[in-house]
């Protein structure tokens, strides 16, 4: 069984600051991340995937990954109201019988308040 | 460009009934996949669709079937529904499995 961990919420910042969430994996083999956003009764939207080790930027949000440690993380810059979602880390089982699975995290719901 | 569309939206079944939820995709992608999300649960796979003419089963396959019509659509089953499957269901495709899924709107069903 696949493991994604999500640290748990609610998490709440204010309007201009920098959200930080984070996810750990347990198949050291997974070389596939993926970031998903999901307003409340809304279906998730991909963010941001990152394949490789280190630093993606698109916009106001970064995601870093490092495998060594089975981690990987979502940066929000200059977080914004309209950024207050749950925040779903996905991992993809990349070989082995569960290839093409995709694991998801429960997520982590963040709230940006004026 | 509708992107992965599930039909219907909202669904009230009686203990026992069987319904097909329908998806479709028109992005062309080979894989197709069907989640549930329950509360504090998260999203769970149900079944896959590697593609065209495979199926797979996922984390929680009992009591579904799935069905890969054809390359643009992937239909969940259950034969004989349980008030434990109330829950929101969502299909979501990628052009490969290796890639990014992209999720339908979702279907609220009830099983009273």
């Known amino acids: 069984q696949k493991e994604v961990e999500q640290n748990s919420g609610p998490l709440s910042v204010p309007e201009g600051a920098i959200a930080s969430l984070n996810c750990t994996y347990s198949?050291?083999?997974?070389?596939?991340f993926f970031w998903y956003r999901q307003y409340s009764g809304k279906s998730p939207e991909l963010i941001m995937f990152?394949?490789?080790?280190g630093d993606k930027e698109d916009g106001r949000f970064t995601a870093q990954l490092n495998k060594a440690s089975q981690y990987v993380s979502l940066l929000i810059r200059d977080s914004q109201p309209s950024d207050s979602a749950t925040y779903l880390c996905a991992v993809r089982a990349d070989r082995g019988s569960t290839l093409g699975r995709l694991y998801f995290g429960r997520g982590t719901q963040l709230t940006v308040w004026p | 460009n509708a992107g992965v569309t599930q039909t219907p939206k909202f669904q009230v079944l009686k203990t026992g009934q069987s319904m097909t939820l329908q998806c479709a995709q028109d992005m062309n992608h080979n894989s197709m996949y069907w989640y549930r999300q329950d509360p504090g649960m998260g999203l769970r796979l149900i079944y896959y669709s590697a593609s065209e003419g495979t199926t797979d089963k996922g984390e929680v396959p009992n009591g579904y079937n799935v069905s890969r019509l054809n390359k643009r659509e992937f239909s969940l089953r259950l034969e004989s529904a349980a008030p434990s499957q109330t829950s929101v269901y969502f299909c979501a495709s990628s052009i490969q499995v290796h890639t990014e899924a992209f999720f339908g709107q979702g279907t609220r069903l009830t099983v009273v």
């Open positions: 990152i394949y490789s080790n």
């Open positions: 198949d050291r083999g997974s070389q596939s």
